[in-house]
């Protein structure tokens, strides 16, 4: 299996080498309708010259209709699989950072464990707004760091589109919708992700906000405002302080100074923000990676975007030392120190094969687990006192320790 393959290559041994989390595979899922400032203008009072003015952007994507913040996401991880040449069977762990979920509960990452036939990982979401990416690879990493895990899927996925109020010209010029993923692996040759900052300030929550829906109290009436609300002005002036200081953050915990930086990825929320974060740092422009006049702000999907296209196009190369930075609703903000170490290594032909099957295998699975889960509930009815006794019984029985498991001295 490939698992057992990667952890002989990387000769860990149990609670012993140093670990470090490595980004070994990367993935992207753009949509294909392209969504112009021209059409906007149709939409709400606003012009193509203001928009790429204010915010740098020129078009956005819009998921299709049948599409999900699942079925992006699932695109996006399949192709991080891909690259890294590792199997659905091999991931301990996804994490999926999203402010678009489908559902509160169950977690867009279940979902999308389901949907890769993921059988080994647990999945949760983050919900940290558009900092979640950076959250969600903070805790990847750390869980394979301490040696919890050995492989760990990381996913920003959105579709914004859906809960963006298309009268409003302050927000629905901004956002937009596509995923991005990164495979995570552990290994004892040094660097990947060094530092992780995250911070958070609840008292400013009111200025970017998305009513989820909740009635208000158990017998109140849900909330009518449910799409996303700005107060654009004050986010402004928030993100172009903390980019900044996140940045410096990161830095200082791996004792390097903004020269020692070779990329910063910003999170793609506005041009004026990536370029006032610029002048903050000292640093000059062609450092940062900018791909918002072509997809907006994708939330959570921003960065792993970027860094994905950054990567393919050479602007980012092994040995470099990258920051990802960003900020979001919450208010949310943080920063990473990756120090890049893999290039891509396509994936053979035969295993890119199983690999497919394996995703066919997944959905028959699941609809198998459905139909039994059915049948269980239709022919079995309610379990007795007696079968639910007999079963703890048999639990219990089963977890007793045998000699051969006793602890050594
Ligand atoms: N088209 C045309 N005019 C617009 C407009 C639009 N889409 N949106 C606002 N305006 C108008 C305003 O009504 C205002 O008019 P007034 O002066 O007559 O009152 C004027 O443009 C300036 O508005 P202002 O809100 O000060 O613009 P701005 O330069 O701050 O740009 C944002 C607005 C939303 C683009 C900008 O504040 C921003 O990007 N903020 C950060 C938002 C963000 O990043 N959110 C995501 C966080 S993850």
């Given at each position: 299996?490939?698992t ?9 041994k149990?609670?012993?080498d ?41 078009e ?40 678009s ?17 993921a ?45 963006v ?49 909740v ?49 910063v ?145």
């Open positions: 299996m490939a057992t393959t990667r952890k002989k290559q990387i000769g860990l149990p609670g012993g140093r670990r470090y989390a490595h980004v070994v595979g990367w993935g992207v899922e753009i949509p294909e309708r392209v969504l112009t400032n021209h059409e906007i203008e149709m939409m709400v009072d606003t012009n193509d010259q203001w928009i790429r003015e204010r915010t740098g952007i020129a956005r994507r819009i998921a299709d209709d049948r599409d999900t913040t699942v079925t992006l996401g699932v695109r996006a991880a399949r192709k991080a699989l891909s690259h890294a040449d590792l199997n659905p069977s091999d991931i301990d762990l996804i994490i999926v950072a999203t402010s979920p489908a559902y509160l509960f169950p977690a867009t990452a279940c979902l999308i464990q389901d949907r890769l036939g059988t080994d990982a647990g999945a949760f979401d983050v919900l940290a707004a558009c900092s979640g990416f950076i959250f969600a690879l903070g805790l990847a990493s750390a869980q394979i760091r301490a040696g919890m895990v050995n492989t760990a899927l990381v996913i920003g996925t959105e579709t914004l589109s859906r809960i109020d298309w009268t409003d010209r302050g927000t629905c010029i901004l956002f937009a919708d596509g995923a991005g993923a990164f495979v995570l692996h552990a290994s004892e040759v040094p660097g990947g992700v060094q530092h992780v900052v995250m911070h958070s300030d609840g008292s400013g929550g009111e200025l970017l906000c998305a009513p989820s829906g009635r208000p109290t158990w017998n109140g009436t849900p909330a009518p405002d449910v799409l996303t609300q700005m107060n654009g002005r004050e986010v402004f002036r928030f993100a172009t302080r903390v980019m900044v200081s996140a940045t410096e953050e990161v830095l200082d915990k791996a004792n390097l100074t903004t020269s020692d930086i070779d990329v990825v910003p999170h793609q929320a506005n041009l004026r923000i990536i370029q006032a974060a610029a002048r903050g740092l000292d640093l000059p422009m062609d450092k940062f990676i900018v791909n918002i006049d072509r997809y907006g702000n994708t939330s959570t999907a921003s960065i792993p975007i970027a860094v994905a296209e950054a990567v393919e196009s050479g602007r980012i190369r092994p040995n470099d030392k990258i920051v990802l930075v960003g900020f979001g609703g919450g208010l949310t903000w943080g920063a990473a120190l990756i120090e890049w170490q893999v290039m891509a290594t396509p994936a053979s032909a035969a295993r890119e094969v199983v690999r497919e099957g394996w995703y066919i295998v997944a959905r028959i699975r699941s609809l198998m687990r459905r139909v039994f889960r059915f049948l269980e509930a239709v022919l079995g009815g309610s379990p007795t006192s007696e079968a639910l006794r007999a079963e703890e019984k048999a639990r219990r029985s089963s977890s007793k320790p045998s000699n051969n498991d006793k602890p050594e001295r």
